[in-house]
């Protein structure tokens, strides 16, 4: 079935539509049971971006910005540095597909979530394929960004959003909490 105003990439469930306003603000539901009860958290907010280089920069200032909103600055380093590192694997993986299928650029979409006392980054992509760490040798200068976020998050995932009008894809998740 096709919609109006959007196109499907590569024959996959991922929808690209010219009308940002009618795109979720809210993740798809959550297969774990402590991830959907942080759908209940009270500070929220929600960007929808293209998936370019320059898009990573945006989503580290909004998490600056809104941290700093929510009193929650004493976890502004370590988010600043999940965000960054997540929100460029979005990036890559959405390359790699529009690169595939020759299509434009791609959504990426970031949410940050609190409860006051933690902070729960989920950034979603056109690509179906998980997120792996590298073994990597010691001289390596790139492939180390999930290893920063297995570090420094106190938890961090992935899930494939599924279900009736889901965009397909994956999100990638990761939790940091104050000390």
Known sequence: MTVPGTETVCGSSVAISSRVTTLSAVPALLPDRDLVRM??????????????????????????????????????DTVELLVSEIATNAVRASAHIAQQCGAG????????????????????DADRHQPCPQDLGPDAECGRGLLLVETLSAEWGYYAPDGPGSPGGKIVWARCDLP
């Open 105 to 124: 650029q791609l959504p990426m979409r970031f949410w940050l979530t609190s409860d006051r006392r933690s902070v729960l980054m989920q950034v979603w």
């Open 39 to 76: 759908e209940k958290w009270p500070l929220r907010s929600y960007l929808e971006l293209r998936a370019l280089p320059s898009s990573v920069r945006t989503a580290r200032v909004h998490a600056l910005a809104m941290l700093n909103e929510w009193c929650l600055s004493a976890l502004a």
